[in-house]
């Protein structure tokens, strides 16, 4: 309580603040990157409407999901009705890939390092294709040319990848660990590449693939997820997939290339939008456990299964604030952050539940029908509630509310 901030409507300030608070792993956490996450949720709503709605979305799963979000997909990717190309993704990355912070310049696949946006004939950076040319993905059909798949990547970078798989184990493609040449980037946040490529792999897998009698008209024999596993394919396994894709959900980075994509050519990535369809799609593919919270809680993503490689969500209380402190049953490799209300499952024992604590003095709480007010100390983490009325003391002074 030393370093509580002691004047009420900086109190206030610092509860509206975190409140609206984005992390999300975000590579940048600026006034634009609140601007571009308003924006992301406009676009979102607007695309996922009728049979996609999310409501019903959720009351879907397996081949059922797959066939909902594949006929999505054909009915409003448009590169095979205009003069899309290999050639035309070079002048578009830079609205598409743009930095928020730097004016002309794209964030680099794999490394998230600051480039400039214009082409210069790939001396500073080319074009990466996530699902491999040479497995399916060939640059004259659209698989190959598809702004959601084929990224902006240093020539470096690229060069050091080649065609060869993603995976963990020897003779796999890993891009873990991700130092961002940009000031606004929290250390806090400091990731990897796993999760932006799990869910390019899925996408893939989703606009062109085929399970049972669904495919649209973009189907391509080649992308055929699980007969794409090992290392002649296009990752290690169905359960590391799901690995990289919970443990390291969407940033905000691949918050506005979807947009700037959707833009482009009409359509989304469902797996930056909605994480956790990626459970339930591939739900028979592997051992799933069942996920509950309780109903004074909301978490990002909605998670209603999960493997055993556990997963990332984000937790607000009633009130719509980060809880103090959490209880989560059924494992005990989890880990909580109160300062963004973010709760990570490393490893799974078996169906999953999570509550916020019970003592209403230890999360940001304020009681039906009464007044309050949040007290954060000064690097925003929560430390305790206010009823109206009460005696505040900090540093020897009081403070009535």
Same mark, same amino acid.
């Given at each position: 309580?030393?370093?509580t901030?002691i004047?009420?409507?900086?109190?206030?300030?610092?509860a509206s603040v975190?409140?609206?608070?984005?992390?999300m792993q975000?590579?940048?956490g600026s006034?634009e990157?609140l601007?571009a996450?308003d924006?992301?949720?406009?676009e979102?709503?607007?695309y996922?409407v009728?049979?996609?709605?999310p409501?019903?979305l959720a009351t879907l799963?397996g081949?059922q999901l797959?066939g909902?979000l594949?006929?999505?997909m054909?009915?409003t990717c448009?590169?095979?009705t205009?003069s899309y190309?290999y050639n035309s993704l070079?002048s578009?990355y830079v609205g598409v890939d743009?930095?928020?912070?730097?004016?002309g310049?794209?964030?680099?696949?794999?490394?998230?390092?600051?480039?400039?946006?214009?082409w210069?004939g790939?001396?500073?950076?080319?074009r990466?294709?996530?699902?491999p040319q040479?497995?399916?993905a060939?640059?004259?059909?659209?698989m190959?040319?598809?702004?959601?798949?084929?990224?902006?990547t240093?020539t470096?970078?690229n060069s050091?990848?080649g065609?060869t798989a993603y995976?963990?184990?020897s003779?796999?493609?890993d891009?873990?660990?991700?130092s961002?040449?940009?000031?606004a980037y929290k250390?806090?946040n400091?990731?990897s590449?796993?999760g932006?490529?799990?869910?390019?792999?899925l996408?893939?897998?989703?606009?062109?693939?085929?399970?049972g *009698?669904y495919?649209n008209?973009?189907?391509?024999g080649n992308?055929q997820?699980?007969?794409k596993l090992?290392t002649s394919g296009?990752?290690?396994?169905?359960?590391v997939?799901?690995k990289?894709?919970?443990e390291?959900?969407?940033s905000?980075?691949e918050?506005?290339?979807?947009?700037g994509?959707? *833009?482009y050519?009409?359509?989304? *990535?469902?797996?930056?939008d909605?994480p956790e369809?990626?459970?339930?799609i591939?739900c028979?593919?592997?051992?799933?456990y069942?996920v509950?919270?309780?109903?004074s809680?909301?978490?990002?993503?909605?998670y209603?299964?999960?493997t055993?490689?556990?997963?990332?969500v984000?937790l607000r209380?009633?009130t719509?604030?980060?809880?103090?402190?959490?209880?989560v049953s059924?494992?005990?490799n989890?880990?909580y952050?109160?300062a963004?209300?973010r709760?990570?499952?490393?490893?799974?024992?078996?169906n999953?539940s999570?509550?916020?604590?019970?003592?209403?003095s230890?999360?940001?709480?304020?009681?039906?029908?009464h007044?309050?007010a949040a007290v954060?100390?000064?690097?925003g983490?929560?430390?305790s509630?206010?009823q109206?009325?009460?005696i505040y003391?900090?540093?020897?002074?009081?403070?009535?509310y």
């Amino acid at each position: 309580m030393k370093k509580t901030a002691i004047i009420l409507s900086t109190i206030l300030l610092a509860a509206s603040v975190w409140a609206q608070q984005i992390d999300m792993q975000a590579h940048v956490g600026s006034a634009e990157g609140l601007s571009a996450y308003d924006d992301y949720l406009d676009e979102q709503a607007n695309y996922y409407v009728g049979a996609c709605a999310p409501s019903a979305l959720a009351t879907l799963s397996g081949d059922q999901l797959f066939g909902v979000l594949n006929t999505l997909m054909g009915n409003t990717c448009l590169l095979e009705t205009g003069s899309y190309s290999y050639n035309s993704l070079r002048s578009a990355y830079v609205g598409v890939d743009r930095d928020l912070n730097n004016t002309g310049c794209i964030i680099g696949y794999y490394d998230g390092r600051t480039l400039n946006g214009t082409w210069d004939g790939g001396n500073t950076w080319n074009r990466e294709h996530t699902w491999p040319q040479s497995k399916g993905a060939d640059k004259s059909i659209s698989m190959g040319h598809d702004m959601q798949s084929v990224r902006p990547t240093s020539t470096a970078v690229n060069s050091d990848r080649g065609n060869t798989a993603y995976g963990e184990s020897s003779n796999y493609y890993d891009p873990t660990d991700v130092s961002i040449n940009n000031t606004a980037y929290k250390a806090i946040n400091r990731g990897s590449y796993r999760g932006d490529a799990a869910r390019v792999i899925l996408y893939d897998y989703l606009v062109y693939g085929k399970v049972g *009698n669904y495919q649209n008209s973009l189907y391509n024999g080649n992308a055929q997820l699980l007969s794409k596993l090992g290392t002649s394919g296009v990752f290690e396994s169905v359960a590391v997939l799901l690995k990289w894709h919970m443990e390291d959900p969407p940033s905000l980075t691949e918050m506005v290339r979807n947009d700037g994509g959707q *833009n482009y050519q009409g359509n989304r *990535n469902p797996f930056i939008d909605f994480p956790e369809i990626a459970v339930e799609i591939l739900c028979n593919e592997v051992t799933t456990y069942n996920v509950t919270v309780a109903t004074s809680l909301t978490m990002w993503p909605m998670y209603r299964h999960t493997t055993k490689k556990g997963f990332v969500v984000y937790l607000r209380d009633a009130t719509g604030n980060f809880p103090a402190e959490v209880q989560v049953s059924g494992t005990s490799n989890w880990t909580y952050e109160p300062a963004m209300g973010r709760l990570t499952v490393t490893n799974t024992t078996g169906n999953v539940s999570i509550a916020a604590n019970s003592d209403p003095s230890a999360i940001n709480d304020v009681t039906a029908g009464h007044e309050g007010a949040a007290v954060y100390d000064i690097l925003g983490r929560p430390v305790s509630s206010m009823q109206k009325g009460q005696i505040y003391i900090s540093n020897g002074k009081k403070f009535v509310y």
